[in-house]
T-cell receptor, first 112, second 116 residues
Framework: GNSVTQMEGPVTLSEEAFLTINCTYT??????LFWYVQYPGEGLQLLLK?????DKGSNKGFEATYRKETTSFHLEKGSVQVSDSAVYFC???????????FGSGTKLNVKP | SAVISQKPSRDICQRGTSLTIQCQVD?????MFWYRQQPGQSLTLIAT?????????ESGFVIDKFPISRPNLTFSTLTVSNMSPEDSSIYLC?????????????FGSGTRLTVV
């Protein structure tokens, strides 16, 4: 079956620190992989995505590379800001995009 | 991508009552989805709603508890029936913009439900 496992939070960092949030997956077939962000009091927003192996998704300084050999899609950012404080969800969809599987979410706190 | 307006944004309800959550999309969409996010947990798909057909429910969710309507291509409702404190969650709707596949998925801002 399909599932997503991501590192537990909360993660607390100082401003300008390097961020890694680990995400691994189990899937049948060839899934697409996503990172969503949920700011306090808001809904989910698509942060980045990758649809095939070795693709790199990037947005707002965040990056993640689809690694089929390690079934991973780790989220990274070189220098976090206070405004990046949010909950981050790793997710995958089946090949026909009719269902999302979400990880448990990782809360990021960035301190000035 | 489509923009979704979801309401109410939050509500506090008495046990035994029902609450209907509405999602309005600014464009026609093929598929709409309803998720539940229990406190401190991830999102769980409740059901998929296509216009003109019965909603398809995931394991553990039944129509009597979570009836869904999808009267047209831009609107859907989810009702949480006969509520108990265990139903306290955030409920989110999602939509796939027609023909865009994964690029076109968007989420509503959620309804934070507290049952007392």
């Amino acid at each position: 079956g399909n599932s997503v496992t991501q590192m537990e939070g909360p993660v607390t960092l100082s401003e300008e620190a390097f961020l890694t949030i680990n995400c691994t997956y189990t899937a049948t077939g060839y899934p697409s992989l996503f990172w969503y962000v949920q700011y306090p009091g808001e809904g989910l927003q698509l942060l980045l995505k990758a649809t095939k192996a070795d693709d790199k998704g990037s947005n707002k300084g965040f990056e993640a590379t689809y690694r089929k050999e390690t079934t991973s899609f780790h989220l990274e950012k070189g220098s976090v800001q206070v405004s990046d404080s949010a909950v981050y969800f790793c997710a995958l969809t089946s090949y026909n995009f009719n269902k999302f599987y979400f990880g448990s979410g990782t809360k990021l706190n960035v301190k000035p | 991508s489509a923009v979704i307006s979801q309401k109410p944004s939050r509500d506090i309800c008495q046990r035994g009552t029902s609450l209907t959550i509405q999602c309005q999309v600014d464009s026609q969409v093929t598929m709409m989805f309803w998720y539940r996010q229990q406190p401190g947990q991830s999102l769980t798909l409740i059901a998929t709603a296509n216009q003109g057909s019965e909603a398809t429910y995931e394991s553990g969710f039944v129509i009597d508890k979570f009836p869904i309507s999808r009267p047209n291509l831009t609107f859907s409702t989810l009702t949480v029936s006969n509520m108990s404190p265990e139903d306290s969650s955030i409920y989110l709707c999602s939509a796939e913009a027609t023909g865009q596949g994964a690029r076109g998925y968007t989420f509503g801002s959620g309804t934070r439900l507290t049952v007392v």
